[in-house]
């Protein structure tokens, strides 16, 4: 086994020491869920021998003794700030200094606080409860802001697809919070009384948003609030909980716990997922559930440094992260109700290129990243096959265009098998796209002209990193990357060394099949 490291070359060398490590975690970020996925498959990780590098124009991935079999997805684990161990825990009298200054010098309001509050927790419960599984969600809002968290999350998760109902028994007498039950009843969600709610919510709800008490609870629950939070008790408790019971998803704190001790005498709510907001509080060391998630991404610098906040990075442009390891799931399980409509023969473009542009153009209207990310498949003269993903440069009536390098495997693959298979997967439009067919390379002038178009780092880049070659180690391809960029400084353009294109042409005989995902597949002959 040969664990190899791929290095993303093309950007600055000044930025490379800086942004590697960002895109590595941004990379493990993004792919979480492939990661999850992968979770059993990951102790073989430990068993591999001292890593070689081999050369790439991105990712970091490994190998198993032959070149052949490669993934970007399986990798060293990342121990960031996402380490529960590493992170800030606020005690109760921070989170209220925080929540001050946030609202006194540092200019914001309670109601935009609380929008980006509510909207964190319901991004947080979209995460990981899908509308489609769990659709009914009860929000039990208590009398202070937690409970005004509870109903702006209750109204982002019915435009998220989810069917809220609310239980706010001690409404605040405030415009903000009137205008928040307006808002909600303009939707026309339902508010229900303590005595409406059923003896056992397991059987009416699939999610229960426990947003009682934040950070501002003493002592030991009062009326109405003390039977409710029993009610979350009893599901919570595993002797007592029914086979299909609701999600409990505690708002910042599990209501009925201490801020700072938590549930120090085992009987309070054991949610399954909770929210911290801003930071967490002493008590969420408690907690022990599958799902640990931070929302509120508001905290400015001041704050952070005032109370050396040590907080995860949000991902993206996330409204929430998740904090630990997310839990093992069973692949076998893993499975989405897919909704799409039929693909009629009436319904397509009589020509496939028509029909791939109308597709992609939709790809990209749905703000998709990366639509034109296919993965392309060779073979060389072993017949091996190898996978990748690459980028699509361009696409006509002769053929699918891509670039690579013609030193890389798939490169060599193609000269010695000029047939490859391109596959375009769209998840959120539920369509993938298969293409098979001959090879050709494009013309010089062609390759030199898309060369010259790409940013001059990543025309350096692509002739530091020789790619499918072993290389020393990491550093050595910052070396290489200098010295061709002290060498090019001068030159308006620089020389196309072994980057080159290649067409997949297209002629009658071959197949384009439109396929929407667990629906009825079609294809167009040529
Ligand atoms: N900066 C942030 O992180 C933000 C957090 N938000 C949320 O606000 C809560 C804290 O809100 P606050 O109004 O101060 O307190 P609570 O919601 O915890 O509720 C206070 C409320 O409860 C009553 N109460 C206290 N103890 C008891 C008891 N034993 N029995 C009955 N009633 C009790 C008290 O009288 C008050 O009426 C924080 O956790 C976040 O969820 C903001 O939304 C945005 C900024
Ligand atoms: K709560």
Known sequence: MIFTCRTFVPISPLLLNQLLPIKFVQQHQ????????????????????????????????????????????????????????????????EAAEIDEILMGPLGFSVDQLMELAGLSVATAIAEVYKPNEHNRVLAICGPGNNGGDGLVAARHLYHFGYK?????????????????????????????????????LSDSFDILIDAVFGFSFHGTPRPPFDDMIKKLVNLSNPDLRPSKSPAIVSVDIPSGWHVEEGDSSGDGIKPDMLVSLTAPKL??????????????????????????????????????VRIG??????????RENYISPELLEEQ???????QFQKWFDDA??????????????????????????????GFDKEGFVWYTNYESQKARDIS??????????????????????????????????????????????????NQSSVIPNRQYLHQVYQDLEAKYSGLVLIPLLCRRGYLMILSHSQYLYFVLVKSLTSCFLL
Not at 164 to 188: A, F, G, I
Not at 297 to 307: D, L, M, S, T, Y
């Open 30 to 93: 993004h792919l979480s869920q492939a990661k999850t996925n992968l979770t059993s498959l990951q102790s073989p990780v430990s068993l591999l021998p001292l890593p070689r590098f081999i050369a790439s124009n991105s990712w970091w991935n490994w190998n198993w003794n032959s070149r052949r079999y490669c993934s970007g997805v399986v990798m060293a684990s990342v121990n960031g700030v996402q380490d529960p161990q590493s992170i800030s825990y606020l005690r109760q009298q």
């Open 283 to 320: 008590c969420a060391k408690m907690f022990s559930g599958p799902h640990h998630f931070l929302g509120g991404r508001f905290v400015p610098p001041p704050i952070v440094e005032k109370f050396k906040l040590q907080l995860p990075a949000y991902p993206g442009t996330s409204m929430c």
């Open 164 to 200: 809220p109902y609310v239980c706010y028994p001690k409404r605040t007498p405030k415009p903000l919070y009137n205008c928040l039950v307006t808002q909600l009843e303009s939707l026309s969600v339902p508010f229900l009384s303590v005595e409406d709610l059923p003896m056992d």
């Open 364 to 393: 990209m209207a749905a703000g998709l990243k990366e639509p034109n990310a296919m993965s392309l498949s060779t073979a060389g003269s072993d017949r091996n096959l190898s996978s990748r993903m690459v980028l699509l440069k």
């Open 416 to 465: 010695e098998n000029p047939r490859a298979s391109l596959l375009f997967y769209w998840d959120a439009l539920n369509r993938q796209v298969r293409i098979e067919g001959p090879v050709a390379k494009v013309s010089e002038a062609e390759s030199e002209q898309y060369f010259h178009s790409r940013p001059r780092g990543s025309q350096i880049g692509a002739i530091a990193s």
């Open 325 to 334: 390891k997310p839990p093992k799931v069973d692949i076998s399980a893993l």
């Open 348 to 354: 397509v473009e009589a020509d496939p290129f028509d």
